[in-house]
Protein backbone atom coordinates (compact mmCIF):
# COMPACT_ATOMS: atom_id res chain seq x y z
CA UNK A 1 0.00 0.00 0.00
CA UNK A 2 1.59 2.99 -1.40
CA UNK A 3 -0.54 5.97 -0.40
CA UNK A 4 -0.35 9.09 -2.31
CA UNK A 5 2.68 8.99 -4.82
CA UNK A 6 3.90 11.84 -6.94
CA UNK A 7 6.09 12.32 -10.28
CA UNK A 8 9.01 13.53 -10.52
CA UNK A 9 10.29 14.84 -6.87
CA UNK A 10 12.13 17.15 -8.29
CA UNK A 11 12.19 19.28 -11.34
CA UNK A 12 13.81 22.21 -13.48
CA UNK A 13 12.08 24.45 -15.84
CA UNK A 14 13.08 27.89 -17.96
CA UNK A 15 10.19 30.56 -17.95
CA UNK A 16 7.58 28.94 -20.94
CA UNK A 17 8.16 25.51 -20.68
CA UNK A 18 4.99 23.75 -19.73
CA UNK A 19 5.33 20.00 -17.91
CA UNK A 20 2.77 17.59 -15.79
CA UNK A 21 3.13 17.06 -12.30
CA UNK A 22 1.70 13.34 -11.96
CA UNK A 23 -0.30 12.24 -8.82
CA UNK A 24 -1.94 8.39 -7.89
CA UNK A 25 -3.40 7.16 -4.89
CA UNK A 26 -4.11 3.36 -3.88
CA UNK A 27 -6.51 3.99 -0.72
CA UNK A 28 -9.89 4.31 -3.05
CA UNK A 29 -10.36 7.89 -2.13
CA UNK A 30 -13.03 10.06 -4.02
CA UNK A 31 -11.03 13.50 -3.60
CA UNK A 32 -7.77 14.73 -4.61
CA UNK A 33 -5.77 18.13 -4.05
CA UNK A 34 -3.25 19.78 -5.42
CA UNK A 35 -1.51 22.66 -2.83
CA UNK A 36 1.63 24.71 -3.62
CA UNK A 37 3.51 25.31 -0.72
CA UNK A 38 5.76 28.38 0.01
CA UNK A 39 8.03 29.56 2.55
CA UNK A 40 6.31 31.96 5.34
CA UNK A 41 2.39 31.24 3.54
CA UNK A 42 1.64 27.65 4.34
CA UNK A 43 -0.53 25.27 2.14
CA UNK A 44 -2.81 26.91 -0.65
CA UNK A 45 -4.92 25.06 -2.21
CA UNK A 46 -4.86 24.88 -6.10
CA UNK A 47 -7.22 22.73 -7.47
CA UNK A 48 -9.16 19.99 -6.00
CA UNK A 49 -11.30 16.66 -7.58
CA UNK A 50 -14.07 15.86 -5.03
CA UNK A 51 -15.09 13.20 -7.07
CA UNK A 52 -14.33 11.14 -10.47
CA UNK A 53 -14.76 13.46 -13.32
CA UNK A 54 -15.41 16.66 -11.49
CA UNK A 55 -12.91 19.39 -10.68
CA UNK A 56 -13.06 22.91 -8.84
CA UNK A 57 -11.00 25.85 -8.69
CA UNK A 58 -8.89 26.09 -5.04
CA UNK A 59 -7.52 29.76 -3.74
CA UNK A 60 -4.72 29.99 -5.95
CA UNK A 61 -5.72 28.34 -9.90
CA UNK A 62 -4.19 31.24 -12.18
CA UNK A 63 -1.51 28.93 -14.45
CA UNK A 64 -2.65 26.09 -13.84
CA UNK A 65 -4.83 23.00 -15.06
CA UNK A 66 -6.05 19.61 -13.74
CA UNK A 67 -7.23 16.46 -15.19
CA UNK A 68 -8.85 13.78 -12.87
CA UNK A 69 -7.83 10.68 -15.29
CA UNK A 70 -9.69 8.47 -13.09
CA UNK A 71 -10.59 7.27 -9.55
CA UNK A 72 -6.67 6.70 -8.96
CA UNK A 73 -4.87 9.69 -10.52
CA UNK A 74 -5.18 13.00 -10.64
CA UNK A 75 -2.57 15.48 -12.11
CA UNK A 76 -0.98 19.59 -12.02
CA UNK A 77 -0.41 20.86 -15.48
CA UNK A 78 2.01 24.26 -15.91
CA UNK A 79 1.26 25.15 -19.63
CA UNK A 80 3.48 28.04 -19.32
CA UNK A 81 5.84 27.68 -16.39
CA UNK A 82 6.52 31.62 -14.97
CA UNK A 83 9.34 31.96 -11.85
CA UNK A 84 6.39 32.97 -9.26
CA UNK A 85 5.24 29.09 -10.01
CA UNK A 86 8.01 28.26 -8.13
CA UNK A 87 7.31 25.63 -4.91
CA UNK A 88 6.98 22.71 -3.78
CA UNK A 89 3.40 20.88 -5.08
CA UNK A 90 1.74 18.26 -2.98
CA UNK A 91 -0.83 16.33 -4.00
CA UNK A 92 -3.26 14.98 -1.46
CA UNK A 93 -6.87 12.63 -1.20
CA UNK A 94 -9.48 12.21 1.02
CA UNK A 95 -12.30 9.41 1.40
CA UNK A 96 -14.51 12.08 0.33
CA UNK A 97 -15.20 16.04 0.92
CA UNK A 98 -16.74 16.87 4.27
CA UNK A 99 -15.62 18.54 7.27
CA UNK A 100 -13.74 15.98 9.42
CA UNK A 101 -12.15 14.78 7.02
CA UNK A 102 -8.05 13.47 7.34
CA UNK A 103 -5.88 14.31 4.15
CA UNK A 104 -2.98 12.21 3.26
CA UNK A 105 -0.41 13.62 1.42
CA UNK A 106 2.26 13.00 -1.31
CA UNK A 107 6.14 13.47 -0.67
CA UNK A 108 5.91 16.52 -2.55
CA UNK A 109 7.38 17.79 -5.75
CA UNK A 110 10.12 20.49 -5.79
CA UNK A 111 9.76 22.60 -8.89
CA UNK A 112 12.28 25.84 -10.09
CA UNK A 113 11.37 27.81 -12.47
CA UNK A 114 14.11 29.77 -14.11
CA UNK B 1 -12.96 35.10 6.18
CA UNK B 2 -12.46 32.13 7.08
CA UNK B 3 -8.83 31.90 8.33
CA UNK B 4 -6.42 29.97 10.46
CA UNK B 5 -3.55 31.73 12.86
CA UNK B 6 -0.49 30.07 14.35
CA UNK B 7 2.48 31.42 16.56
CA UNK B 8 5.60 32.19 14.49
CA UNK B 9 8.78 29.83 14.70
CA UNK B 10 10.80 28.30 15.09
CA UNK B 11 10.23 26.86 18.86
CA UNK B 12 13.61 26.06 20.04
CA UNK B 13 13.66 23.70 23.27
CA UNK B 14 15.62 21.13 25.19
CA UNK B 15 14.73 17.74 25.58
CA UNK B 16 11.87 17.02 27.97
CA UNK B 17 10.56 20.16 27.75
CA UNK B 18 6.98 21.44 27.83
CA UNK B 19 5.47 22.01 24.35
CA UNK B 20 2.68 24.85 23.42
CA UNK B 21 1.65 25.73 20.30
CA UNK B 22 -1.14 28.30 19.65
CA UNK B 23 -3.30 28.37 17.41
CA UNK B 24 -6.32 30.29 16.66
CA UNK B 25 -9.24 29.92 13.88
CA UNK B 26 -11.96 32.47 12.37
CA UNK B 27 -14.49 30.60 10.53
CA UNK B 28 -18.51 30.68 9.80
CA UNK B 29 -20.30 27.57 10.52
CA UNK B 30 -19.01 24.69 12.74
CA UNK B 31 -15.25 23.42 11.60
CA UNK B 32 -13.32 20.48 11.98
CA UNK B 33 -9.96 21.16 13.43
CA UNK B 34 -6.68 19.19 12.39
CA UNK B 35 -3.10 19.44 13.64
CA UNK B 36 -0.33 17.89 10.52
CA UNK B 37 3.52 17.18 11.28
CA UNK B 38 5.97 17.73 8.56
CA UNK B 39 9.31 16.17 8.75
CA UNK B 40 12.01 16.99 6.68
CA UNK B 41 11.68 16.12 3.28
CA UNK B 42 8.21 14.58 3.55
CA UNK B 43 4.81 15.33 3.03
CA UNK B 44 2.19 16.14 6.20
CA UNK B 45 0.63 14.09 7.82
CA UNK B 46 -1.91 14.04 10.79
CA UNK B 47 -1.18 13.94 14.30
CA UNK B 48 -4.68 14.94 15.75
CA UNK B 49 -8.24 16.07 15.33
CA UNK B 50 -10.88 17.51 16.59
CA UNK B 51 -14.72 17.82 14.81
CA UNK B 52 -16.95 19.46 17.79
CA UNK B 53 -16.22 21.92 20.28
CA UNK B 54 -14.61 20.38 23.39
CA UNK B 55 -13.48 17.20 21.77
CA UNK B 56 -10.05 16.16 22.84
CA UNK B 57 -7.77 15.15 20.22
CA UNK B 58 -4.60 13.09 20.92
CA UNK B 59 -1.64 11.24 19.40
CA UNK B 60 1.74 10.04 19.99
CA UNK B 61 1.95 12.27 23.66
CA UNK B 62 0.25 15.77 22.12
CA UNK B 63 -3.22 16.34 22.59
CA UNK B 64 -5.33 19.25 21.31
CA UNK B 65 -9.08 20.59 22.94
CA UNK B 66 -11.05 22.58 20.47
CA UNK B 67 -12.39 25.61 22.55
CA UNK B 68 -15.23 27.49 20.45
CA UNK B 69 -15.32 30.12 23.25
CA UNK B 70 -11.70 30.86 22.48
CA UNK B 71 -11.71 29.90 18.90
CA UNK B 72 -8.23 28.08 19.78
CA UNK B 73 -6.97 24.75 19.18
CA UNK B 74 -3.27 24.81 21.00
CA UNK B 75 -1.31 21.88 20.55
CA UNK B 76 0.47 20.76 23.57
CA UNK B 77 3.08 17.87 24.43
CA UNK B 78 4.48 17.51 28.30
CA UNK B 79 8.04 15.83 27.36
CA UNK B 80 9.33 16.63 23.67
CA UNK B 81 11.87 14.14 22.47
CA UNK B 82 14.92 15.17 19.68
CA UNK B 83 12.40 13.24 17.02
CA UNK B 84 9.49 15.42 17.71
CA UNK B 85 11.66 18.54 15.86
CA UNK B 86 9.63 19.06 12.86
CA UNK B 87 7.11 21.90 11.44
CA UNK B 88 3.51 21.53 12.64
CA UNK B 89 0.44 22.81 10.84
CA UNK B 90 -2.65 23.57 12.19
CA UNK B 91 -5.48 23.52 10.02
CA UNK B 92 -9.22 23.06 9.76
CA UNK B 93 -12.08 22.25 7.64
CA UNK B 94 -15.48 23.65 6.76
CA UNK B 95 -18.62 21.47 5.72
CA UNK B 96 -19.51 19.88 2.30
CA UNK B 97 -21.28 22.81 0.55
CA UNK B 98 -18.47 25.56 0.10
CA UNK B 99 -15.70 23.44 0.67
CA UNK B 100 -12.71 24.82 2.86
CA UNK B 101 -9.66 23.82 3.86
CA UNK B 102 -7.29 26.07 5.45
CA UNK B 103 -3.66 25.61 6.50
CA UNK B 104 -1.90 27.94 8.80
CA UNK B 105 1.68 29.14 8.08
CA UNK B 106 2.90 26.39 10.11
CA UNK B 107 5.50 26.56 13.03
CA UNK B 108 9.20 24.76 12.98
CA UNK B 109 10.25 22.86 16.39
CA UNK B 110 13.65 22.22 17.26
CA UNK B 111 14.52 19.86 19.95
CA UNK B 112 18.06 19.98 21.47
CA UNK B 113 19.22 17.09 22.97
Known amino acids: NAGVTQTPKFQVLKTGQSMTLQCAQDMNHNSMYWYRQDPGMGLRLIYY???????DKGEVPNGYNVSRLNKREFSLRLESAAPSQTSVYFCASSVDRGSGETQYFGPGTRLLVL | GDSVTQMEGPVTLSEEAFLTINCTYTATGYPSLFWYVQYPGEGLQLLLKATKADDKGSNKGFEATYRKETTSFHLEKGSVQVSDSAVYFCALSLGSGTYKYIFGTGTRLKVLA
Open chain 1, 49 to 55: SASEGTT
